[in-house]
Protein backbone atom coordinates (compact mmCIF):
# COMPACT_ATOMS: atom_id res chain seq x y z
CA UNK A 1 0.00 0.00 0.00
CA UNK A 2 1.37 3.39 -0.76
CA UNK A 3 2.65 5.28 2.21
CA UNK A 4 0.91 8.50 1.13
CA UNK A 5 -2.63 6.34 1.16
CA UNK A 6 -1.99 4.90 4.36
CA UNK A 7 -1.36 8.70 5.89
CA UNK A 8 -5.02 9.35 4.59
CA UNK A 9 -6.50 6.67 6.87
CA UNK A 10 -4.69 7.55 9.44
CA UNK A 11 -5.74 11.35 9.38
CA UNK A 12 -9.55 10.40 8.83
CA UNK A 13 -9.59 9.35 12.27
CA UNK A 14 -6.90 11.92 14.18
CA UNK A 15 -8.87 14.56 15.40
CA UNK A 16 -6.51 16.18 17.74
CA UNK A 17 -3.58 18.47 16.95
CA UNK A 18 -0.43 16.92 17.58
CA UNK A 19 2.49 18.42 19.96
CA UNK A 20 4.50 19.38 17.42
CA UNK A 21 1.00 21.16 15.30
CA UNK A 22 0.27 22.97 18.86
CA UNK A 23 3.92 24.61 18.93
CA UNK A 24 3.87 25.49 15.42
CA UNK A 25 0.41 27.27 16.15
CA UNK A 26 1.89 28.66 19.20
CA UNK A 27 5.14 29.61 17.78
CA UNK A 28 3.66 31.45 14.85
CA UNK A 29 0.94 33.31 17.13
CA UNK A 30 3.83 35.11 19.29
CA UNK A 31 5.62 36.06 16.54
CA UNK A 32 2.80 37.87 14.68
CA UNK A 33 1.69 39.08 18.18
CA UNK A 34 5.08 40.60 19.00
CA UNK A 35 5.11 42.06 15.13
CA UNK A 36 1.80 43.67 15.99
CA UNK A 37 1.90 44.85 18.91
CA UNK A 38 5.14 46.72 17.56
CA UNK A 39 2.69 48.19 14.97
CA UNK A 40 -0.55 49.41 17.40
CA UNK A 41 1.20 50.38 20.54
CA UNK A 42 2.00 53.63 18.63
CA UNK A 43 -1.50 54.51 17.49
CA UNK A 44 -2.82 55.89 21.02
CA UNK A 45 0.40 58.05 21.18
CA UNK A 46 2.32 59.45 18.36
CA UNK A 47 0.14 62.18 17.50
CA UNK A 48 0.78 63.59 20.62
CA UNK A 49 4.30 63.03 20.41
CA UNK A 50 4.94 64.43 16.63
CA UNK A 51 4.06 67.77 18.15
CA UNK A 52 7.34 67.59 19.87
CA UNK A 53 9.15 66.77 16.76
CA UNK A 54 10.73 69.10 14.16
CA UNK A 55 8.32 68.95 11.27
CA UNK A 56 5.57 67.42 13.10
CA UNK A 57 3.27 69.95 13.33
CA UNK A 58 2.08 69.02 9.88
CA UNK A 59 -0.60 66.25 10.18
CA UNK A 60 0.15 65.43 6.73
CA UNK A 61 3.90 64.06 7.68
CA UNK A 62 2.18 62.86 11.07
CA UNK A 63 -0.33 60.78 9.16
CA UNK A 64 2.36 59.67 6.68
CA UNK A 65 4.75 58.20 9.28
CA UNK A 66 1.24 56.36 10.90
CA UNK A 67 0.71 54.98 7.84
CA UNK A 68 4.00 54.51 6.05
CA UNK A 69 4.09 50.99 7.10
CA UNK A 70 1.47 50.35 5.50
CA UNK A 71 2.33 50.95 2.06
CA UNK A 72 5.91 48.83 2.22
CA UNK A 73 4.39 46.19 3.52
CA UNK A 74 1.82 46.10 0.62
CA UNK A 75 4.07 45.69 -1.68
CA UNK A 76 6.30 43.08 0.20
CA UNK A 77 3.79 40.87 1.67
CA UNK A 78 2.93 38.33 -1.20
CA UNK A 79 6.82 38.75 -2.74
CA UNK A 80 7.86 37.73 1.07
CA UNK A 81 5.44 34.78 0.97
CA UNK A 82 7.10 33.43 -2.49
CA UNK A 83 10.42 34.22 -1.76
CA UNK A 84 9.72 31.55 1.38
CA UNK A 85 8.81 28.74 -1.51
CA UNK A 86 12.21 29.46 -2.99
CA UNK A 87 14.77 29.96 -0.19
CA UNK A 88 13.19 28.90 3.38
CA UNK A 89 10.57 29.85 5.47
CA UNK A 90 12.84 30.84 8.15
CA UNK A 91 15.41 32.60 6.45
CA UNK A 92 12.28 34.70 5.24
CA UNK A 93 10.85 35.65 8.35
CA UNK A 94 14.52 36.11 10.16
CA UNK A 95 15.10 38.38 7.53
CA UNK A 96 11.61 40.60 8.13
CA UNK A 97 11.83 40.69 11.74
CA UNK A 98 15.71 42.05 11.59
CA UNK A 99 14.23 44.74 8.93
CA UNK A 100 11.64 45.51 11.38
CA UNK A 101 13.76 45.88 14.43
CA UNK A 102 15.91 48.20 12.58
CA UNK A 103 12.67 49.82 11.75
CA UNK A 104 11.92 50.65 14.87
CA UNK A 105 15.59 51.31 16.59
CA UNK A 106 15.92 53.97 13.56
CA UNK A 107 12.13 55.25 14.75
CA UNK A 108 13.16 55.14 18.43
CA UNK A 109 16.32 57.45 17.92
CA UNK A 110 15.11 59.66 14.98
CA UNK A 111 15.21 63.69 15.50
CA UNK A 112 12.77 64.75 13.26
CA UNK A 113 9.65 63.74 11.86
CA UNK A 114 11.28 62.55 8.87
CA UNK A 115 13.46 59.66 9.76
CA UNK A 116 10.82 58.82 11.70
CA UNK A 117 8.64 58.21 8.12
CA UNK A 118 11.93 56.35 7.51
CA UNK A 119 11.71 54.00 10.45
CA UNK A 120 8.16 53.36 9.80
CA UNK A 121 8.87 52.20 6.26
CA UNK A 122 11.48 50.27 6.98
CA UNK A 123 9.34 48.63 9.99
CA UNK A 124 6.20 47.64 7.44
CA UNK A 125 9.39 46.05 4.79
CA UNK A 126 9.41 43.57 7.54
CA UNK A 127 6.47 41.70 5.92
CA UNK A 128 6.59 38.75 7.12
CA UNK A 129 2.53 37.57 7.57
CA UNK A 130 2.72 35.99 3.93
CA UNK A 131 5.64 33.58 5.06
CA UNK A 132 4.62 32.82 8.46
CA UNK A 133 0.89 31.69 6.92
CA UNK A 134 3.16 29.21 4.54
CA UNK A 135 5.24 28.02 7.51
CA UNK A 136 1.87 27.76 9.83
CA UNK A 137 0.54 25.29 6.90
CA UNK A 138 3.79 23.48 6.30
CA UNK A 139 3.95 22.51 10.06
CA UNK A 140 -0.26 21.51 10.26
CA UNK A 141 -1.76 18.95 8.58
CA UNK A 142 -4.84 20.16 6.45
CA UNK A 143 -7.59 18.59 9.05
CA UNK A 144 -6.25 21.33 11.88
CA UNK A 145 -5.37 24.44 9.60
CA UNK A 146 -8.02 26.49 9.90
CA UNK A 147 -8.09 25.86 13.64
CA UNK A 148 -4.07 26.44 13.58
CA UNK A 149 -4.96 29.71 11.47
CA UNK A 150 -7.31 31.08 13.54
CA UNK A 151 -4.85 30.97 16.77
CA UNK A 152 -2.41 32.96 14.73
CA UNK A 153 -5.62 35.51 13.36
CA UNK A 154 -6.90 35.64 17.07
CA UNK A 155 -3.66 37.27 18.12
CA UNK A 156 -4.66 40.76 15.78
CA UNK A 157 -7.52 41.52 17.95
CA UNK A 158 -5.29 40.93 21.10
CA UNK A 159 -2.48 42.70 20.55
CA UNK A 160 -4.94 45.84 19.45
CA UNK A 161 -6.78 45.40 22.37
CA UNK A 162 -3.93 45.30 24.52
CA UNK A 163 -1.89 48.52 22.59
CA UNK A 164 -4.67 50.35 23.26
CA UNK A 165 -4.28 50.45 26.73
CA UNK A 166 -0.69 49.90 27.04
CA UNK A 167 0.40 52.08 24.47
CA UNK A 168 -1.00 55.69 26.16
CA UNK A 169 0.43 54.33 29.78
CA UNK A 170 4.06 53.32 28.40
CA UNK A 171 4.12 56.59 26.18
CA UNK A 172 3.95 58.52 29.83
CA UNK A 173 6.41 55.58 30.95
CA UNK A 174 8.84 56.00 28.51
CA UNK A 175 8.23 57.97 25.77
CA UNK A 176 7.74 57.16 21.72
CA UNK A 177 11.47 56.65 21.26
CA UNK A 178 11.06 54.46 24.18
CA UNK A 179 8.05 52.07 22.96
CA UNK A 180 10.32 51.97 19.29
CA UNK A 181 12.74 50.76 21.59
CA UNK A 182 10.51 47.77 23.22
CA UNK A 183 9.25 46.98 19.76
CA UNK A 184 12.81 46.75 18.07
CA UNK A 185 13.83 43.92 20.93
CA UNK A 186 10.19 42.58 20.73
CA UNK A 187 11.22 41.25 17.15
CA UNK A 188 14.49 40.42 18.10
CA UNK A 189 12.68 38.33 20.99
CA UNK A 190 10.57 36.73 18.09
CA UNK A 191 13.88 35.75 16.00
CA UNK A 192 14.36 33.60 19.26
CA UNK A 193 10.90 32.04 19.06
CA UNK A 194 11.32 31.23 15.35
CA UNK A 195 14.96 29.88 16.05
CA UNK A 196 14.25 28.14 19.04
CA UNK A 197 10.54 27.13 19.55
CA UNK A 198 9.09 26.76 15.94
CA UNK A 199 9.78 23.35 14.65
CA UNK A 200 11.82 23.36 11.74
CA UNK A 201 9.17 21.99 8.68
CA UNK A 202 9.56 18.68 7.19
CA UNK A 203 8.55 19.81 3.67
CA UNK A 204 8.03 23.73 2.07
CA UNK A 205 5.78 23.15 -0.53
CA UNK A 206 3.27 25.54 -2.09
CA UNK A 207 -0.32 25.61 -0.33
CA UNK A 208 -3.25 27.14 -2.40
CA UNK A 209 -5.34 27.30 0.81
CA UNK A 210 -3.19 29.64 2.85
CA UNK A 211 -0.69 31.37 -0.40
CA UNK A 212 -1.18 33.59 -3.33
CA UNK A 213 -0.89 32.18 -6.80
CA UNK A 214 -0.48 34.32 -9.21
CA UNK A 215 -2.56 32.41 -11.77
CA UNK A 216 -5.32 32.91 -9.80
CA UNK A 217 -5.67 36.83 -9.30
CA UNK A 218 -7.23 37.33 -12.23
CA UNK A 219 -10.32 35.79 -11.18
CA UNK A 220 -10.37 36.86 -7.49
CA UNK A 221 -10.12 40.34 -8.54
CA UNK A 222 -12.92 40.14 -11.17
CA UNK A 223 -15.13 38.61 -8.40
CA UNK A 224 -17.27 41.03 -7.33
CA UNK A 225 -18.07 39.57 -4.03
CA UNK A 226 -14.77 39.80 -3.19
CA UNK A 227 -14.21 43.07 -4.23
CA UNK A 228 -16.78 44.19 -1.90
CA UNK A 229 -14.97 42.43 1.17
CA UNK A 230 -11.44 43.96 -0.24
CA UNK A 231 -13.25 47.39 -0.51
CA UNK A 232 -14.50 46.99 2.74
CA UNK A 233 -11.30 46.33 4.93
CA UNK A 234 -9.73 48.94 3.16
CA UNK A 235 -12.12 51.08 4.22
CA UNK A 236 -11.88 49.77 7.67
CA UNK A 237 -8.39 50.30 8.16
CA UNK A 238 -8.24 53.48 6.24
CA UNK A 239 -10.54 54.83 8.20
CA UNK A 240 -8.80 53.71 11.38
CA UNK A 241 -5.88 55.23 10.96
CA UNK A 242 -6.79 58.35 10.10
CA UNK A 243 -8.81 58.58 13.07
CA UNK A 244 -5.54 58.08 15.09
CA UNK A 245 -3.79 60.90 13.65
CA UNK A 246 -6.46 63.33 15.65
CA UNK A 247 -8.53 61.28 18.46
CA UNK A 248 -5.13 61.36 20.75
CA UNK A 249 -5.59 64.77 19.92
CA UNK A 250 -8.62 65.08 20.60
CA UNK A 251 -8.94 63.69 23.97
CA UNK A 252 -5.94 66.07 24.76
CA UNK A 253 -7.92 69.20 23.84
CA UNK A 254 -11.00 67.64 25.68
CA UNK A 255 -8.96 67.67 28.88
CA UNK A 256 -7.35 64.12 29.27
CA UNK A 257 -3.79 63.76 29.66
CA UNK A 258 -1.75 60.98 27.98
CA UNK A 259 -1.82 59.10 31.10
CA UNK A 260 -5.38 58.86 31.44
CA UNK A 261 -6.18 58.00 27.59
CA UNK A 262 -6.47 54.26 28.60
CA UNK A 263 -9.07 54.83 30.75
CA UNK A 264 -10.93 55.82 27.97
CA UNK A 265 -9.68 53.12 25.75
CA UNK A 266 -10.21 50.12 28.11
CA UNK A 267 -13.55 50.36 28.92
CA UNK A 268 -15.12 51.19 25.19
CA UNK A 269 -13.05 48.19 24.17
CA UNK A 270 -14.21 45.69 26.82
CA UNK A 271 -17.89 46.97 26.97
CA UNK A 272 -17.69 46.87 22.75
CA UNK A 273 -16.65 43.35 22.78
CA UNK A 274 -18.96 41.97 25.18
CA UNK A 275 -21.57 43.54 22.72
CA UNK A 276 -20.52 41.90 19.81
CA UNK A 277 -20.30 38.12 20.86
CA UNK A 278 -23.67 37.42 20.92
CA UNK A 279 -24.35 39.62 17.45
CA UNK A 280 -21.59 36.85 16.16
CA UNK A 281 -22.99 34.25 17.58
CA UNK A 282 -26.44 34.77 16.51
CA UNK A 283 -25.67 35.65 12.88
CA UNK A 284 -23.79 32.67 12.38
CA UNK A 285 -26.42 29.97 14.04
CA UNK A 286 -29.51 31.74 12.18
CA UNK A 287 -27.64 32.15 9.18
CA UNK A 288 -27.99 35.83 9.30
CA UNK A 289 -24.45 36.69 9.07
CA UNK A 290 -25.59 39.45 6.08
CA UNK A 291 -28.45 41.41 8.27
CA UNK A 292 -25.45 41.71 11.43
CA UNK A 293 -22.57 42.40 9.12
CA UNK A 294 -25.20 45.52 7.61
CA UNK A 295 -25.88 46.36 10.67
CA UNK A 296 -22.23 47.02 11.69
CA UNK A 297 -21.66 49.06 9.07
CA UNK A 298 -24.04 51.34 9.71
CA UNK A 299 -23.55 51.50 13.17
CA UNK A 300 -19.39 52.64 11.72
CA UNK A 301 -21.15 55.02 10.13
CA UNK A 302 -22.76 56.47 12.68
CA UNK A 303 -19.64 56.14 14.84
CA UNK A 304 -18.22 58.33 12.43
CA UNK A 305 -21.01 60.89 12.17
CA UNK A 306 -20.59 61.52 16.28
CA UNK A 307 -16.94 61.68 16.02
CA UNK A 308 -17.80 64.55 13.71
CA UNK A 309 -20.31 66.28 15.31
CA UNK A 310 -18.99 65.69 18.79
CA UNK A 311 -14.79 65.59 18.30
CA UNK A 312 -14.74 68.67 20.77
CA UNK A 313 -16.54 67.34 23.56
CA UNK A 314 -15.25 64.42 26.27
CA UNK A 315 -18.60 62.22 26.66
CA UNK A 316 -18.81 62.73 22.95
CA UNK A 317 -15.84 60.96 21.86
CA UNK A 318 -16.43 58.60 24.39
CA UNK A 319 -19.72 57.48 23.22
CA UNK A 320 -18.77 57.58 19.52
CA UNK A 321 -15.19 55.36 20.58
CA UNK A 322 -18.00 53.12 22.18
CA UNK A 323 -19.81 52.20 18.91
CA UNK A 324 -16.67 52.51 16.67
CA UNK A 325 -14.99 49.87 18.64
CA UNK A 326 -18.43 47.23 18.69
CA UNK A 327 -18.27 47.93 14.75
CA UNK A 328 -14.95 47.64 14.18
CA UNK A 329 -14.45 44.04 16.21
CA UNK A 330 -17.34 42.80 14.60
CA UNK A 331 -16.01 43.71 11.15
CA UNK A 332 -12.32 42.67 11.88
CA UNK A 333 -13.75 39.26 12.76
CA UNK A 334 -16.41 38.59 10.22
CA UNK A 335 -14.06 39.81 6.99
CA UNK A 336 -11.79 36.63 7.15
CA UNK A 337 -14.14 34.40 7.78
CA UNK A 338 -16.57 35.87 4.89
CA UNK A 339 -13.65 35.76 2.65
CA UNK A 340 -13.05 32.21 3.22
CA UNK A 341 -17.24 31.38 2.52
CA UNK A 342 -17.05 33.69 -0.67
CA UNK A 343 -14.07 32.77 -2.00
CA UNK A 344 -13.68 29.59 -4.77
CA UNK A 345 -11.67 26.92 -2.62
CA UNK A 346 -9.16 26.65 -4.71
CA UNK A 347 -8.36 30.35 -4.43
CA UNK A 348 -8.85 30.83 -1.12
CA UNK A 349 -4.80 31.82 -0.18
CA UNK A 350 -5.13 34.68 -3.46
CA UNK A 351 -8.32 35.70 -2.20
CA UNK A 352 -6.67 36.18 1.29
CA UNK A 353 -3.54 37.62 -0.08
CA UNK A 354 -5.41 40.38 -2.27
CA UNK A 355 -7.76 41.19 1.09
CA UNK A 356 -4.16 41.43 3.19
CA UNK A 357 -2.85 44.04 0.77
CA UNK A 358 -6.15 45.84 0.25
CA UNK A 359 -5.82 45.98 4.11
CA UNK A 360 -2.35 47.37 4.47
CA UNK A 361 -2.80 49.99 1.55
CA UNK A 362 -6.22 51.08 3.56
CA UNK A 363 -3.71 52.02 6.44
CA UNK A 364 -1.03 54.00 4.11
CA UNK A 365 -4.32 55.87 2.43
CA UNK A 366 -5.68 56.13 5.91
CA UNK A 367 -2.93 57.89 7.22
CA UNK A 368 -1.81 60.05 4.32
CA UNK A 369 -5.72 61.33 3.38
CA UNK A 370 -6.47 62.15 7.36
CA UNK A 371 -3.02 63.69 7.82
CA UNK A 372 -3.17 66.36 5.04
CA UNK A 373 -7.51 66.66 5.59
CA UNK A 374 -6.28 67.61 9.01
CA UNK A 375 -3.64 69.85 8.09
CA UNK A 376 -5.48 72.05 5.42
CA UNK A 377 -9.12 71.51 6.94
CA UNK A 378 -9.26 70.36 10.08
CA UNK A 379 -9.84 67.98 12.23
CA UNK A 380 -13.77 67.86 11.49
CA UNK A 381 -12.80 67.06 7.76
CA UNK A 382 -11.09 63.71 8.88
CA UNK A 383 -14.28 62.43 9.93
CA UNK A 384 -16.27 63.51 7.57
CA UNK A 385 -13.80 62.26 5.27
CA UNK A 386 -14.41 58.72 7.11
CA UNK A 387 -18.03 59.21 7.05
CA UNK A 388 -17.74 59.33 3.20
CA UNK A 389 -15.53 55.79 3.17
CA UNK A 390 -18.17 54.28 5.47
CA UNK A 391 -21.20 55.91 3.44
CA UNK A 392 -19.63 53.94 0.29
CA UNK A 393 -18.84 50.89 1.92
CA UNK A 394 -22.67 50.87 3.26
CA UNK A 395 -24.26 51.14 0.07
CA UNK A 396 -22.03 48.49 -1.39
CA UNK A 397 -22.69 45.78 1.46
CA UNK A 398 -26.33 46.27 0.65
CA UNK A 399 -26.11 44.07 -2.88
CA UNK A 400 -23.97 41.54 -1.63
CA UNK A 401 -23.98 38.45 -1.61
CA UNK A 402 -25.57 36.58 1.53
CA UNK A 403 -22.51 34.21 2.95
CA UNK A 404 -23.52 30.50 2.18
CA UNK A 405 -23.93 28.33 6.05
CA UNK A 406 -21.02 26.38 4.94
CA UNK A 407 -17.42 25.77 6.30
CA UNK A 408 -14.25 24.55 4.96
CA UNK A 409 -12.65 21.18 5.30
CA UNK A 410 -9.29 19.32 3.83
CA UNK A 411 -8.08 16.07 4.19
CA UNK A 412 -4.74 15.30 2.71
CA UNK A 413 -5.18 12.31 0.29
CA UNK A 414 -1.68 12.06 -1.62
CA UNK A 415 -0.18 13.37 -4.88
CA UNK A 416 -1.85 12.00 -7.77
CA UNK A 417 -1.98 11.96 -11.37
CA UNK A 418 -5.00 14.25 -12.53
CA UNK A 419 -7.31 12.19 -13.89
CA UNK A 420 -7.21 10.31 -10.17
CA UNK A 421 -7.95 13.75 -8.84
CA UNK A 422 -10.56 14.05 -10.86
CA UNK A 423 -12.85 11.35 -10.59
CA UNK A 424 -11.49 11.79 -6.69
CA UNK A 425 -13.71 15.15 -7.05
CA UNK A 426 -16.28 13.42 -8.47
CA UNK A 427 -16.96 11.44 -6.04
CA UNK A 428 -16.36 13.76 -3.01
CA UNK A 429 -18.78 15.91 -4.92
CA UNK A 430 -21.66 13.67 -4.70
CA UNK A 431 -21.10 12.83 -0.92
CA UNK A 432 -24.15 14.94 0.58
CA UNK A 433 -23.86 18.55 1.93
CA UNK A 434 -20.83 19.14 -0.33
CA UNK A 435 -21.59 22.19 -2.04
CA UNK A 436 -17.90 22.33 -3.82
CA UNK A 437 -15.17 19.68 -4.23
CA UNK A 438 -11.59 20.17 -4.95
CA UNK A 439 -8.83 17.76 -5.44
CA UNK A 440 -5.26 19.62 -6.00
CA UNK A 441 -3.55 16.20 -7.37
CA UNK A 442 0.42 17.79 -7.11
CA UNK A 443 -0.34 19.04 -3.39
CA UNK A 444 -1.94 15.75 -2.48
CA UNK A 445 -4.92 17.52 -0.93
CA UNK A 446 -8.74 17.79 -0.98
CA UNK A 447 -10.48 21.16 -0.26
CA UNK A 448 -14.37 20.91 0.43
CA UNK A 449 -16.52 23.78 1.26
CA UNK A 450 -19.90 21.58 2.86
CA UNK A 451 -22.78 22.86 4.49
CA UNK A 452 -22.70 23.89 8.44
CA UNK A 453 -25.55 21.55 9.22
CA UNK A 454 -26.28 17.86 7.17
CA UNK A 455 -23.00 17.09 5.29
CA UNK A 456 -21.97 13.89 5.43
CA UNK A 457 -18.79 13.82 7.02
CA UNK A 458 -18.60 10.18 7.95
CA UNK A 459 -19.44 9.47 3.85
CA UNK A 460 -16.36 11.56 3.16
CA UNK A 461 -14.10 10.10 5.46
CA UNK A 462 -15.40 6.56 4.56
CA UNK A 463 -14.68 7.64 0.92
CA UNK A 464 -11.34 8.54 1.45
CA UNK A 465 -10.23 5.67 4.01
CA UNK A 466 -11.45 3.26 1.73
CA UNK A 467 -8.95 4.78 -1.32
CA UNK A 468 -6.48 3.59 1.65
CA UNK A 469 -7.40 -0.23 1.56
Same mark, same amino acid.
Given at each position: ?26 ? $? ?7 ? $? ?28 ? +? ?36 ? #????? !? ?6 ? +? ?14 ? !? ?31 ? +? ?7 ? &? ?20 ? &???? =???? #? ?26 ? #? %? ?71 ? !? ?11 ? $? ?31 ? &? ?8 ? #????? &? ?17 ? +??? %????? =??? %? ?25 ? =? ?40 ? !??
Amino acid at each position: MPAELVAVSELVLDESMTPNEKRAASG $LAAIFALRM $LGMFLILPVFALYAEHLPGGNNHTLVGLAL +GMYGLTQAILMIPFGMASDRIGRKKVIIFGLVLFALGS #FLAAT !ATDIYWTI +GGRALQGAGAISAAVT !AMLADLTREEHRTKAMAMVGSTIGVTFAISLVA +GPSLGHLIG &VPGIFALTGVLALAAIWVVKVW &VPDP =TDSH #FHADAQTNPAKFIDVLKNSQLARLDLGI #F %SLHAAQMAMFVVVPVALKNAGLTLDKHWTVYLPVFAGSFALIVPAIIYGEKRGKMKPVFIGAVALMLLAQIGL !ALGYTHFWGIVAA $LFAYFAAFNLLEASLPSLISKLAPVSAKGTAMG &VYNTAQALGA #FSGGV &VGGWLAQHYGFQAVFIFCV +GLM %SVWLV =TTL %SMQAPPAIKTRMFRVGSMPSDQAALLK =TQLAGVAGVVEAVVLGEEGVAMLKVSIKGWDEDGARSLLAGR !AV
